[in-house]
């Protein structure tokens, strides 16, 4: 890191100690997976240096923007709309963990049999090694999954920031409306904390700004249809990880440079892998960062991975948000439709993601599927079975957790996959 933060993460409340090991352990598994990789586009430069001043430069950011009266809102799910956060000039930052820090001690408050995902985020938050959660003024959850539900009581009683926005379980016309008047108590409930009132003017600027960040992903996206792929999976990973975290407009200036550098190589024929690589598409839980082990054991084993569908991947970016409404009503209508487009695990029934996998892995030109599972998250772990059956591509199982303990089994596993393809 370029500066001295440690009085800036002090003031936060962060214990130096636990995020010392913390940011070391980062440094050293990033130089080994990312640094390690060969051909490189140059625009990763950019994103490299946003994960080594993730905490530090990016937290100065918020804390000099709070100074001016900004508000920081962390939120867990791509159900919350960021567009009506920046729509009261907030700054939304993604607060789901993907390393296992403080297991021990989330272990204590949460049952064992709980995914890695919500005991990354407890225990951050138990160890205090988590800049961007102490920084937030509000943190939004959301009705998801079980575990979520019930480990936001506990997030509320360790910081008093907690507000719930209900998101229905099923597609009906009553779950819509019920998700419309949700989206309506979030409204005010922001404006309550900021002191700003959400304008036409100001709801288009959000939702602009965050349609411009979903074109340049999707642009991003569709050149890792090509063969040779322009770009590992791990770097689009990356990239999609830190779309949560950087601000909106820098990112998506940086995807699009990134994206014309790519086109370049698509015309010169580079890519990061030989032509012919085995392609495969991810689908399933999301990879919270720094969560890169999947992609990493795939495309150390011969393959490559082209798509995420995912919530780090397409059902974060799909979709964009019509910009010629003439009310606020009429724009929150249109961001509760744009929302209910995202087909998640935890509704029921919830057949459109299977539409979602198959085309995603047509467009991209995938040969396989491979479903990850968090361990214990009982939404993905279910769907997997009508995913395979319905699919038509071959397929394989991954249910894992944030360890790496099993990272020979897994990566066994894989090449056999790949070698099948
Ligand atoms: S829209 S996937 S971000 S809920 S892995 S905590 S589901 S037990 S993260 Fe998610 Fe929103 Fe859905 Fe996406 Fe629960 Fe499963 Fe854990 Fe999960």
């Not at 390393?99 to 995902?117: H, M, R, Y």
């Not at 991003?220 to 949560?244: H, K, T």
Request: negative net charge; charged residues 30%.
């Amino acid at each position: 890191m370029g500066q001295d933060y440690v009085k800036m993460w002090q003031d936060l409340g962060i214990n130096l100690e636990n995020h010392d090991c913390l940011l070391k352990a980062l440094a050293d598994i990033y130089q080994q997976i990312y640094l390690s990789q060969e051909n490189r586009p140059e625009g990763m430069k950019y994103f490299d240096f946003v994960i080594s001043e993730a905490h530090g430069l990016r937290i100065k950011e918020l804390l000099e923007a709070k100074k001016q009266g900004k508000k920081v809102i962390g939120t867990f799910c791509v159900y919350v709309p960021e567009e009506m956060i920046l729509a009261i000039n907030g700054i939304c930052v993604g607060l789901c963990a993907g390393a296992q820090i403080g297991f021990d001690e989330a272990e204590k408050v949460l049952p064992k049999n709980t995914c890695d995902l919500i005991k990354a985020f407890i225990g951050f938050k138990l160890t205090q090694v988590c800049p961007y959660t102490e920084s937030c003024d509000l943190l939004v959850g959301e009705t998801t999954c079980d575990g979520k539900k019930k480990a936001y009581e506990i997030l509320d009683k360790l910081t008093r920031k907690v507000y719930i926005m209900e998101v229905p379980h099923r597609k009906t016309e009553a779950s819509k409306e019920l998700f419309l008047k949700e989206l309506f108590s979030l409204k005010n409930r922001l404006e309550e904390l900021s002191g700003v009132k959400i304008s036409v003017e100001s709801l288009r600027e959000g939702i602009k700004i965050v349609n411009e960040k979903r074109k340049a992903l999707m642009r991003l996206e569709s050149l890792r249809a090509y063969d040779p792929a322009p770009i590992s999976g791990l770097d689009a990973l990356l990239v999609n990880q830190i779309a949560f975290y950087d601000d909106p407009v820098r990112f998506t200036q940086k995807v699009n440079e990134l994206c014309d550098e790519l086109e370049e190589r698509i015309k010169k024929g580079i890519g990061v892998k030989p032509k012919g690589t085995p392609r495969i598409l991810i689908t399933g839980c999301p990879f919270a960062l720094p969560n890169w082990k999947l992609h990493h054991l795939i495309e150390v084993s011969g393959g490559i991975v082209v798509g995420e569908e995912s919530c780090i991947g397409r059902r974060y970016y799909h979709t964009l948000i019509p910009e010629n409404f003439s009310s606020v009503e009429e724009g929150i209508r249109l961001l509760a439709e744009r929302y209910l487009k995202t087909h998640c695990a935890c509704f029921t029934p919830n057949t459109e993601r299977i539409e979602d996998i198959k085309n995603m892995a047509k467009d991209l030109k995938a040969q396989g599927v491979i479903y990850y599972s968090i361990q214990f998250c009982t939404p993905y772990l279910f769907e997997a079975y009508q995913v395979e059956k319905e699919i038509n591509l071959p397929f394989l199982k991954i249910d894992t957790n944030y360890s790496m303990e099993d990272v020979g089994q897994l990566k066994t596993r894989c090449e056999a996959f790949i070698e099948t393809l």
